[in-house]
């Protein structure tokens, strides 16, 4: 069994992306792991100032609730991030949340290429909603994902599920029209294929 957080980094409470983070949750329950989610739209993470106050595992000096999320994200062997599209990329409160693992990162004397810290090691995965569904809807989230999670901070990618097509963003949520939702509860099934319950 695994620990899995999901940050759900949407604006409304029953939009496309709970939707699909939901079924991710559902899967993920019924193999056998343990699930919590938290939405960022009811806990506050404001963005790193970039003050190097937390350099090295110190606590960061902003006081909000990042501070509550920290134990959840340390015990957590997956971090799902669930974010709809916005302006091409990651929410602004799901990007505010990644940017302050840097209280999280521990010093790190001969750091790979690109890094100068040692994050702790997790899984991650990606869940994404938009309205558009082009070739090149998700690039430049996919890039952000990829660089700063996967490269960067050194995460290891278990995969990415990118929902395109849910709908026009000043109707209703219409993600339950598409296949996504079954694609995302099969993902949250097995996205540990050999972890036996």
């Known amino acids: 069994m695994k620990n899995i957080l999901i940050i759900l980094g949407g604006g409304r409470p029953n939009g496309n992306t709970a939707q699909l983070a939901e079924a991710f949750a559902k899967g993920a329950?019924?193999?056998?792991?343990?699930?919590?989610?938290?939405s960022l739209c009811k806990i506050e993470v404001k963005g790193c100032l970039g003050c190097n106050a937390c350099r090295y595992d110190?606590?960061?000096?902003?006081k909000d609730g990042f501070h509550e999320l920290v134990p959840k994200i340390k015990v957590a062997d997956l971090i799902?991030?669930?974010?709809?599209?916005y302006f091409w990329t990651l929410s602004a409160r799901t990007k505010a949340f990644i940017e302050r693992f840097y209280c999280l990162a521990q010093e790190d004397p001969n750091p790979p290429l690109g890094r100068y810290?040692?994050?702790?090691?997790?899984?991650?995965?990606?869940?994404?909603?938009s309205a558009d569904d082009y070739f090149w809807t998700f690039e430049q989230a996919v890039s952000y994902y990829q660089f700063?999670?996967?490269?960067?901070?050194?995460?290891?990618?278990?995969?990415?599920?990118?929902?395109?097509?849910?709908?026009?963003?000043?109707?209703?949520?219409?993600?339950?029209?598409?296949g996504h939702l079954e694609w995302a509860y099969r993902f949250g099934k097995n996205v540990y294929p050999d972890c036996g319950d």
Not at 29 to 38: F, I, P, Q
Not at 58 to 62: E, G, H, L, Y
Request: net charge positive; proline share 6%; glycine share 12%.
């Open 80 to 85: 799902v991030f669930a974010s709809p599209l």
């Open 117 to 129: 810290e040692r994050y702790p090691f997790k899984d991650c995965a990606l869940l994404m909603t």
């Open 58 to 62: 110190k606590p960061c000096i902003q």
């Open 29 to 38: 329950k019924e193999a056998g792991h343990s699930v919590e989610t938290v």
């Open 148 to 178: 700063a999670l996967v490269n960067y901070i050194g995460f290891h990618d278990r995969g990415m599920l990118l929902a395109g097509g849910c709908g026009d963003t000043n109707g209703r949520p219409q993600i339950g029209r598409t």
